[in-house]
């Protein structure tokens, strides 16, 4: 009775799950109206577009991403690596528009005319959809992130005088977000199948060249967050390693997070506590980055003592009462602080905490590193040089 009963509880499920289509024809904003560029056909995989999740109106940060699911350039992996994460960037204040590009059959430079043309969509309809356009990103995950780290090296230039508006805007973002991303297309840790379908059997290696963006690189190239797991045998960390070492190479900002274990494809990780957390290191980047708002800095100074005496070694940190701006911090030495005006507080109010860490004594220093309560300090960030001197009592 009892096996029955759970066999026809999970028949019931499959009915359930089956018959709510993901996706449905209306939902898709074409790229091309009239039809793309090199279409073969007139189906539906011969038509690019995007599937729109505008933030709440009440949470809207003006920051917007095109979101590149993966599948090796032959399938799109449109929930775990597109609707989900849409909904998770929603929930930060993002809009999100997850990219329906053209795959194989469809070769070069097809998927990248498409990424390209979604930027330039997003930016040239900016005030429409309720964005900033100078903070539009690109985001993609295993062979999506490969067509995005294409968007980020490679740009479509603004046409100024094209009657078409889409085509009078750049379609370089602004920045851009690599998730366990394909990147070369010429190494040994390549993934094949991208490239195969992407480049064909005996791609011309000038072709090949041109579109392994760990040699696309450049100063233009937008600040770039990376996550990768050392586990991944799909697509090996190295690719992300690579993206990363170029990127410092021509000083362009970036971040990368590499945990130890997880396999290819984990989307958001719902289920692992610890690789979970890189969406959280994400919104920190995004946010610190001054990417969720329009932000001026400015440089802060100060002296922070203890019932009159300097803290020895500590740390101060300046929290917008603005959740998408930026949270700068210092580290306090023998009472003294100092942040430039680069990775300074955002102008306006902002709480001040101090955080203790002991002596650089030898010896035990539990007193010392006791907790210290700032709850209830604020301060106003001026525009030019700020100068906070802060005495706490025990």
């Known amino acids: 009775m009892l096996a029955r009963f759970w066999m026809g509880a999970l028949m019931l499920c499959a009915v359930v799950v089956t018959a709510v289509p993901i996706w449905s024809a209306e939902d898709l904003q074409p790229l091309w109206p009239n039809g793309a560029p090199g279409k073969v056909g007139d189906e539906p995989a ?11 109106k009440e949470n809207n940060s003006g920051t917007a991403v095109v979101v590149c699911p ?11 690596e597109g609707t989900q994460v849409a909904r998770w960037l929603n929930s930060i204040g993002v809009s999100a528009y997850v990219l329906k590009y053209r795959l194989a059959p469809y070769k070069h430079p097809i998927p990248m005319q498409d990424v390209q043309r979604a930027m330039q969509h997003v930016r040239a309809h900016a005030d429409k959809l309720g964005i900033n356009p100078k903070r539009i990103g690109v985001m993609g995950f295993s062979a999506g992130g490969h067509l995005a780290s294409t968007c980020a090296t490679h740009f479509a230039e603004a046409k100024p005088e094209a009657t078409n508006p889409v085509e009078r805007v750049s379609s370089r973002p602004d920045f851009a977000v690599l998730c366990y991303p394909v990147i070369t297309m010429t190494e040994s840790f390549g993934h094949g199948g991208s490239k195969r379908n992407l480049l064909g059997e005996n ?4 072709v090949a060249k041109f579109v392994s963006s760990e040699l696309q690189v450049t100063p233009q190239t937008p600040p770039t967050f990376l ?6 045998t799909g697509v090996p960390v190295e690719n992300a390693l690579a993206f990363f070492a170029a990127c410092r190479k021509h000083k362009v900002p970036a971040e990368m997070h590499i945990y130890q274990f997880g396999p290819h494809g984990v989307g958001l990780a719902p289920a692992d506590p610890a690789l979970s957390t890189w969406k959280d290191r994400l919104h920190d980047w995004l946010r610190n980055s001054a990417l969720l708002a329009d932000v001026q800095r400015a440089a802060v100074k100060g002296k922070i003592t203890l ?12 929290r917008s009462t603005n959740p998408f701006q930026p949270v700068a911090f210092a580290m306090i030495r023998n009472g003294g602080y100092s942040i430039d005006a680069a990775h300074g507080p955002a102008l306006g109010v902002n709480n001040l905490e101090v955080i203790t860490m002991g002596d650089v004594a030898p010896g035990p220093t539990v007193v010392d590193s006791a907790a210290l309560n700032t709850e209830g300090i604020v301060v106003d960030v001026k525009s030019g040089a700020n100068v906070f001197d802060i005495d706490l009592r025990k």
């Open 307 to 318: 019932n009159g005496e300097p803290l020895k070694w500590a740390q101060v940190r300046f």
């Open 203 to 206: 791609p011309d290696p000038e």
């Open 46 to 56: 011969d038509k690019p577009g995007f599937w729109a999740y505008p933030a709440a």
């Open 227 to 232: 996550f990768h797991t050392a586990e991944d």
């Open 70 to 80: 993966g599948g090796g350039y032959g399938i799109h992996a449109v929930d775990h």
